[in-house]
């Protein structure tokens, strides 16, 4: 029986590179996102050419009423849930200094980011908890944070703060889930080539250019996705809690 893999935010980038490898994996896919299908049908017909079976509901992880309304149809159509990726996320509208950040700001990004991550996992956890146990676990939760989780950004400092958010959150999950057969993993990318990333191009790539990061190439959603595919196996199975950075090695401390 195939299994079925939520992605959230999943129209596009990263978490459009996750839903269709994992839809190459053999999963069924099941996809949350706030943007109109119509404005990435492309992407939508991609999948349908590949025979990846999917569901794509338009919706906000922020939004309780969308959330559970999403599962239930996931559930409704394919049965169990058996992998949760948290990919979708916001960044700051505008980028202020942190003397400037406003509290709307603030609400916005940590709200997405953090609280919308902590509740759909929640509830996914929820419906995992009432499965059978298949092969050697449960289900799977994968979150996507960022390097900004331990990497200073002063000018978008509430992107930092729900980044970090979400890292504790993979630490608690996994803690609590353990015991039920469900791991809890995280992977923090760094300059990934996508929509986000395009205002601040220019920046990156002069980095880029200039040694910063010691695998001297922008990261891409196939990148990431290959990640969360691995993760997905049972390769990792004496293991929760954990993350891997995506990053190049720009977190390599050197002198």
Request: aromatic share 8%; hydrophobic share 40%.
């Amino acid at each position: 029986m195939k299994k079925t893999a939520i992605v959230t935010g999943g129209s596009r980038g990263i978490g459009f590179g996750v839903a269709r490898q994992l839809g190459l994996d053999g999963y069924n896919v099941a996809i949350l996102d706030v943007n109109d299908p119509k404005d990435y049908q492309e992407n939508l017909d991609e999948l349908e050419k590949l025979g990846i079976d999917y569901l794509y509901i338009q919706g906000s992880t922020t939004v309780k009423e969308d959330r559970e309304a999403f599962v239930k149809k996931v559930v409704e159509k394919y049965g169990d849930i058996d992998v949760l990726v948290n990919n979708a996320g916001v960044a700051p509208k505008v980028r202020l200094d942190l003397l400037e950040m406003t509290e709307e700001s603030f609400d916005y990004v940590v709200g997405t980011n953090t609280k919308g991550t902590m509740f759909m996992t929640q509830l996914v956890a929820k419906q995992m908890l009432t499965q059978p146990v298949k092969g050697r676990r449960r289900g799977v939760i994968v979150n996507i944070s960022s390097s900004s989780v331990t990497v200073s950004s002063t000018n978008r400092g509430e992107y930092c703060v729900s980044k970090a958010g979400v890292a504790m959150l993979t630490t608690l999950y996994a803690d609590r889930l353990a015991a039920d057969d469900i791991q809890v993993y995280e992977i923090r990318p760094g300059v990934i080539e996508t929509d986000m990333t395009r205002v601040v191009h220019k920046k990156y790539s002069d980095l880029i250019e200039q040694g910063v990061f010691p695998i001297a190439r922008w990261g891409t959603p196939q990148d990431i996705a290959d990640a969360v595919s691995a993760f997905c196996t049972e390769k990792f199975i004496y293991s929760t809690g954990n993350y891997i950075d995506l990053d190049g090695g720009f977190h390599i401390k050197k002198l």
